[in-house]
């Protein structure tokens, strides 16, 4: 888990987990922000795979209020999955809103590879990891320390950013798009985070 990555006196600063068990997400957490989709709990299986559905082309997306900083000690695990490579794009990470974002991103127009994405004031930093996305599971995992960002795919580190990152503090953050006349998914296990407070 997360532990592996920070030094033991950050880990009492602060700790979120939410592994989406029972029938419904908690709203009080998480928001969802503008487009046309759905955010739902399945019948089965029972505890844990929360599904964030964009409707046909158009998108969803969903945030927690958590206020983290991204130059400090920052850890965030999403473990996920998307249901198509194609016409789609999936994204995990922090955000705030769509004007500050580190992010894991797939698009099926620019590639199969999954990508390492930085934005804010409107410049981006991308950085394509040659790894093919897949529908499998994964861990998805963004550590930020003191201006420089890495990136882990199933603990393995596949990449860093150091340039346009976010000064705004950020909450986890999952979107899933459709550009097509289908529904897209994305399946979420659960999500886990380490960080400074604010």
Known sequence: MLKRYLPVEDESKIYFFDDFSGTSYNTNTWTTQSGSGSIFLPASPIGGQLIVRANAN??????AGLSLFVNTK????????????T????????AQSTTSII?????AALGGNWRLRAYASATETVVDTGIAADTNWHEFTIVGNSGVIN????????GVI??????????PFVKSTSTTA?????????????????
């Not at 920052?74 to 490579?85: D, K, Y």
């Not at 016409?87 to 922090?94: K, V």
């Not at 990136?151 to 596949?158: G, S, T």
């Not at 289908?182 to 604010?198: F, G, L, P, S």
Request: glycine letters at 4%; hydrophobic letters at 45%.
């Open 74 to 85: 920052l850890s965030v695990t999403w473990r996920a999955r998307i249901n198509s490579l």
């Open 58 to 63: 158009n998108y969803y997306a969903m945030i």
């Open 151 to 158: 990136f882990f795919l199933d603990n393995a580190p596949v």
């Open 182 to 198: 289908a529904t897209k998914d994305i399946y979420i296990d659960w999500v886990e985070i380490y960080a400074n407070r604010v």
């Open 87 to 94: 016409s789609s794009r999936a994204a995990f990470g922090a």
């Open 103 to 107: 992010e894991w991103i797939y698009e």
């Open 162 to 171: 150091t340039t346009n990152l976010p000064t705004s503090s950020l909450g």
